[in-house]
Nanobody, 115 residues
Framework: VQLQASGGGLVQPGGSLRLSCAAS????????MGWYHQAPGKERELVAI????????QIADSVKGRFTISRDNAKSTVYLQMNSLQPEDTAVYYC?????????WGKGTLVTVSS
């Protein structure tokens, strides 16, 4: 099973992007879906996660109020709506699914915020 992220690209400051991540097959017992990002020269950091049971979310302070995470359980897909993008949001964004058995990572999609 692989995770395929899409939706990255080049956007001007203040713009928006929507990232999507879907599993290529069936993953049983997914507990958490999430997004992380890694800027050049920095470590990978959590952006947002959503709990499958109940739908509660955790959002990093740096993007709170600008980014929203959502999911479609039936499609095993997680989304990240990113608004009011700033140059400091430039990074490779990775999706992550956590099941009872293991942790799954997508290959990443590049988001570049620049004028």
């Amino acid at each position: 099973v692989q995770l395929q992220a899409s939706g990255g690209g080049l956007v001007q400051p203040g713009g928006s992007l929507r990232l999507s991540c879907a599993a290529s097959g069936t993953i049983s017992s997914i507990r958490i879906m999430g997004w992380y990002h890694q800027a050049p020269g920095k470590e990978r950091e959590l952006v947002a996660i959503i709990f499958i049971s109940g739908g509660s979310t955790q959002i990093a302070d740096s993007v709170k109020g600008r980014f929203t995470i959502s999911r479609d359980n039936a499609k095993s897909t997680v989304y990240l709506q990113m608004n009011s993008l700033q140059p400091e949001d430039t990074a490779v964004y990775y999706c992550n699914f956590q099941s009872l058995a293991r942790n799954y990572w997508g290959k990443g999609t590049l988001v570049t915020v620049s004028s």
